[in-house]
């Protein structure tokens, strides 16, 4: 099957700074990639859509100056937390589409698992 | 209303039985359906997916559809305890973008 990692599995920062996430496809090239936040015991929540070539569609309720996405090539999308705190805190995870047939199978990354002091 | 609802459990089988999964779903423009297991810690890995009405078996799992209560369910036939996990419900709507709705999960506690 298709495979998608991310970088770094674990990031611990300090409040205020910035940290980048990195999801690659390394088998299969995605012109769009999805990312996820979720909070310990509850499901996942779609951020956005990072599309290559093109800005990133975000969902309602989620900050673009905050959370920059960066889809820089057809295997790669880069994830910015700016301005972290400890509120964004949480599990990241992405995911990126294997197009064809009726229905796209997503495939997701391992995760990040960011926590802010 | 959330977009795709499933009870949160946990829902406690004893090892050997069946474990049955429900997840109803509120926009009938869905198309396709998927449950991912996830375990503590991990991102979702895929069990299943369906798309037509009817029953779909793969191995210990049989995936229901049934579009026109809206509503998918997911069965675990032997279920060993490595099976305890949670359980997430994806709904994906393809005029949307491909993006996945996921339900709130279902945790399965299976006990040896």
């Known amino acids: 099957g298709a495979v998608v990692s991310q970088h770094p599995s674990r990031v611990i920062c300090k409040s205020g700074t910035s940290v980048k996430i990195e999801c690659r496809s390394l088998?299969?090239?995605?012109?769009?990639m999805f990312w996820y936040r979720q909070f310990p015991k509850q499901s996942l929540m779609l951020m956005a859509t990072?599309?290559?070539?093109?800005?990133?569609?975000?969902e309602q309720g989620v900050e673009k100056d905050k959370f920059l996405i960066n889809h820089a090539s057809l295997t790669l999308s880069t994830l910015t937390v700016t301005s972290a705190h400890p509120e964004d805190s949480s599990f990241y995870i992405c995911?990126?589409?294997?197009?064809?047939?009726?229905?796209?199978?997503?495939?997701f990354g391992p995760g990040t698992r960011l926590t802010v002091l | 209303q959330k977009e795709v609802e499933q009870n949160s459990g946990p829902l406690s089988v004893p090892e050997g039985a069946i474990a049955s999964l429900n997840c109803t779903y509120s926009?009938?423009?869905?198309?396709?359906f998927f449950w991912y297991r996830q375990y503590s810690g991990k991102s979702p890995e895929l069990i299943m997916f369906i798309y037509s009405n009817g029953d779909k078996e793969d191995g210990r799992f049989t995936a229901q559809l049934n579009k026109a209560s809206q509503y998918v369910s997911l069965l675990i036939r032997d279920s060993q305890p490595s099976d305890s996990a949670t359980y997430l419900c994806a709904a994906l709507i393809k005029a949307a973008g491909n993006k996945l709705t996921f339900g709130g999960g279902t945790r399965v506690l299976v006990k040896p």
């Open positions: 990072s599309n290559e070539g093109s800005k990133a569609t975000y």
């Open positions: 995911s990126a589409p294997l197009a064809g047939g009726p229905w796209d199978e997503q495939f």
């Open positions: 926009d009938r423009g869905s198309q396709s």
């Open positions: 088998d299969f090239q995605a012109t769009t």
